[in-house]
């Protein structure tokens, strides 16, 4: 979520708009905005602290909520209001099922950010974060990318491993 309060400042213009996603004012969090696009005939919605993947009428999302530090299953027919609502508790298979599309849509969205802002501005946003005092920068961008992509096809590596290739 850091790196894209970094992509909405980048100097040719807000990166998540420029991906597609429609911002407006955020609905439960002052002073924030939220950033919408239709995703896998569902709605992803990211706001500061709270992004989901809301499904078509009777599916199952998700919703990962920053300060709880998990993701969980969403089945509203609209997106969560961050602040107001959140999700349910579910089993691993069932949130990690659930979950598959978001993960699908940060890996489109990744992989355009490398390929449309170059490699060096995600290693500089990573790079920025690391220094920060509370900062707890995950795996390097490219390592990252590299891992939901093999999460997304069902070989989710532990970070570790990566780390060493």
Partial sequence: MVFWGHDVRHPYGNALVRFGLNRSPSSGLTGTSCYQMPWENGIIELHG???????????????FCRDLARVDLWNGIHPPVPGRQCGETGSIEE????????????ISYETWVSQTLGGSWRTNCWRA?????????????HLALKWWELAAAGNPPRPKTLLNH
């Fill in 129 to 141: 974060i690391k220094k920060l005092p509370k900062g707890k920068p995950w795996l390097p961008p």
């Fill in 49 to 63: 602290a709270v992004a989901s993947w809301t499904p078509p009428y009777g599916g199952m999302g998700s919703v």
């Fill in 95 to 106: 949130r990690w099922q659930a979950l598959q599309p978001f993960l699908r849509w940060l």
